[in-house]
């Protein structure tokens, strides 16, 4: 038995205008064949898929196809875009003959001239493959999942945890759905609901907080023993393509039962929240730090989401740094870093030691903040790279490019050449920097930092700051939802929405 594996994972920022290029996706790292089984065989949902597989009590022979990685950014330049699919297509046609595909997608991506990125990708590989050749397909939380996707996969599983904790384990439940297709024979019935809304990133929590009970309807429901796989897509908001909005989807091998009722309770009950789910207290950027100065518990860890990196932001922010070095002294010192690949050259001039005077920051979105003067010793130029554990990544190599600290005062600024995880503390720890012994540090994230700074953080805080991935809606342009969303726009009713019965689905149900 011959099963595929590989992946295309990219989250894509419309609002950044700095397209996601080939390169991106070469400076991460592209795999194919043995590589990629060898390379990746303890990494997030490509674990998953070796182990399940392994698993079997007849272990197929796995094929390597191809993995596509690249950090969240702005949406696939079209170029990239043709390259990928003709790149995908024939490492899969060379794969063939095939007994099933297992693929692990991010979910929410866009390119240039295509909207429903994901749902082109799955067709392209429907078609190669055929009708009768199972296609599982894992997905993250915050999809944005469309028609195309359903129908071109046999069954989508996305995982269940924000912060992001359950990529193998995803992973395996999709090799165990693909087992029971294919030596079990079970027919496949898809479900599909739209809920005409998005909700910020802080709320997403599936271990606490509103969201949490939605969850537990969904793990309950993977309990019975007719569902193949139950998801809740949260969807990443920053996406302005039609259609964005939360899902509902469900795999069940019966269409005896009354599904349709009790999915439309749980879309009903996840409407009923939207406001609750949009409660957040931020606090402006100046209000922030100040409050973190003052504060006697230590690390403050500050959550600076309107610069996300792990949400598409450009991660070249200078909001929460003018801010700081408006403080002559932070007992403690702080800690946060930039993209900003001409800083770190104008470091490497100066060198270990030596003195830097130049200004950084806003070299990618200038729309959202100046260029700041930053004047001080540039103590360390190194490489940035690590082995990313927790929230987003087990076992997932992180390459940030060359990179220099250059200490201001009380100020330590971690300059790098590429984005990377802003929610990781590893990123300041790669560097020789100890978050835990800095008053304050910064995390470019909305919410998934807690997970690994919750264990030693003295206080967290979240900031208001300008972006492309803030959560003030009205400071974005969108242009391209499907109306009305909420908040976009108000509405009473998911009913009211009637785009969303476009996006329905459901099979032809027994009496």
């Known amino acids: ?37 060898s390379k990746y065989r303890e990494t997030g949902e490509l674990a998953g898929f070796i182990n399940g597989c392994q698993s079997w009590s007849q272990p197929p022979e796995l094929i390597g196809l191809t993995r596509l990685f690249s950090w969240p950014w702005g949406a696939i330049d079209a170029e990239t875009w043709v390259t990928i699919l003709h790149d995908f297509r024939e490492s899969l046609k060379q794969a063939l003959p095939l007994d099933g595909v297992l693929l692990s997608l991010h979910g929410a991506t866009a390119a240039d001239g295509e909207d429903d990125a994901c749902g082109v990708f799955l067709k392209m590989i429907r078609g190669v493959i055929g009708e009768n050749v199972p296609l599982v397909v894992t997905l993250d939380l915050q999809a944005n999942v469309t028609p195309l996707m359903m129908e071109s996969a046999d069954v989508l599983i996305p995982s269940h945890t924000f912060p992001r904790l359950d990529q193998f384990d995803t992973g395996k439940k999709a090799a165990s759905v693909l087992w029971k297709m294919i030596e079990e024979s079970v027919g496949v019935q898809k479900w599909m609901r739209k809920i005409p809304m998005f909700t910020p990133i802080e709320t997403h929590n599936t271990f606490s907080g509103p969201s949490a009970d939605f969850y537990q ?222 008053q304050i540090v910064i995390a470019k994230s909305p919410a998934g930092f807690k997970a690994d700074y919750e264990p030693f953080a003295g206080k967290i805080l979240l900031t208001s700051g300008p972006g492309c991935a803030t959560a003030s809606w009205t400071r974005l342009k969108f242009q391209r939802t499907s109306s009305p969303t909420w908040p976009l726009r108000e509405i009473q009713d998911v009913s009211d929405a009637e785009w969303c019965a476009d996006y329905a689905m459901t099979p032809a149900v027994k009496d």
């Open 217 to 438: 309807t969904i793990t309950a429901w993977e309990q019975e023993s007719d569902v193949l796989a139950a998801g809740l897509c949260m969807c990443h908001p920053w996406l302005d393509v039609p259609g964005l909005g939360w899902t509902v989807t469900l795999h069940t091998t019966s269409t005896e039962t009354d599904w349709a009722k009790r999915i439309d309770e749980l879309v009903e009950q996840c409407w009923e929240l939207r406001y609750d789910l949009s409660e957040i207290e931020r606090m402006n950027p100046a209000e922030a730090i100040r409050t973190a100065v003052k504060s006697a518990e230590h690390p403050v860890v500050i959550g600076d989401g309107g610069d996300a990196t792990n949400c598409g932001s450009s991660g070249d922010s200078t909001i929460l740094l003018r801010e700081l070095l408006k403080h002559p002294k932070i007992p403690g010192g702080a800690l946060l870093f930039l993209v900003d690949p001409e800083s770190v050259a104008a470091a490497m001039i100066a060198k270990e030691g030596g003195e830097f005077d130049s200004f950084v920051g806003a070299c990618y979105a200038p729309e959202y903040s100046d260029p700041v003067r930053l004047r001080g010793k540039v103590e360390k130029i190194l490489n940035l790279s690590f082995q990313l554990e927790g929230h987003l990544g087990h076992h997932m190599p992180i390459n940030m490019g060359k990179a220099a600290v250059v200490r201001s005062g009380d100020v330590s600024v971690l300059l790098v050449e590429r984005t990377g995880p802003g929610s990781s503390p590893q990123v300041y720890e790669a560097a020789g920097l100890d978050p835990k012994k800095f």
């Open 1 to 37: 038995m011959r099963i595929a594996i590989g992946q295309l994972w990219q989250k894509s920022n419309t609002f950044n205008r700095n397209p996601t290029q080939l390169y991106d996706f070469r400076h991460w790292g592209i795999s194919q064949g043995d590589e990629l089984l």
